[in-house]
């Protein structure tokens, strides 16, 4: 049994039954393995945890970075980032679900090892808006809290999102980009 295929099964577990609900039983279980086999690639459920919140915030970020090194203006990246961003939450529901909702779970040994990351991410975002600041296309008091904003709001849709539903995940990220573009562009709500 590979390492990869344990996570995919533990994100499934964790998102069925939350990190406090899923016990190691359960994840072995999930990928056919004694439970004792599966301590062998790794030590808690707490590692597990860690390893699939490390993976997406790469696979985020990773996306990120290419969809905003394109030669376009800021407010054009912005829309890209959107999309990448949604079209990926809607891609991986269950390793960005553990993403967003089971980051709590963690332990503060490993949660001080998490939160850099997380960090990391969410300034990426702030530099992106601060470019249409220092450009003169946007207008924006508090980047910060734009940005948790901004983020709340898309990272919310893995709540409500069907992929059979009315609107697919381009035309959300478009419509969530014109929300935030317009009031950017603007300073309307001086966000």
């Known amino acids: 049994m590979s390492k990869e295929a344990i996570l995919e099964s533990a994100a499934q577990v964790f998102r069925q039954k939350g990190f406090h609900g899923a016990s190691m039983a359960d994840i072995a279980e999930a990928v056919n393995l004694q439970k004792a086999s599966l301590y062998h690639h790794f030590g808690s459920k707490q590692e597990i945890l860690l ?16 969809e905003t090194a394109v030669d376009a203006p800021v407010d054009e990246k912005l ?19 553990v993403m967003l909702l089971e980051h709590r779970s963690l332990d503060s040994e490993y949660r001080s090892r998490h939160i850099p990351n997380r ?3 969410e300034q ?17 008091d508090n980047i910060p809290l734009t940005v948790r904003g901004l983020l709340g709001v898309v990272n919310w849709t893995i709540t ?32």
């Open 51 to 66: 390893e699939l919140l490390d993976r997406a915030l790469e696979m985020v970020t990773e996306r990120f970075v290419q």
């Open 79 to 97: 829309r890209l980032a959107l999309r990448s961003y949604l079209a990926t939450l809607s891609e991986h529901g269950d390793l960005v679900s």
């Open 119 to 121: 960090d990391r991410f």
């Open 124 to 140: 990426m975002w702030r530099n992106l808006i601060q470019q249409g600041v220092d450009d003169g296309v946007f207008v924006c």
């Open 160 to 191: 409500w999102y069907r992929q059979d539903g009315d609107l697919s995940v381009e035309q959300i990220a478009d419509h969530f980009a014109d929300i935030f573009l317009r009031s950017l562009r603007t300073g309307d709500g001086r966000l």
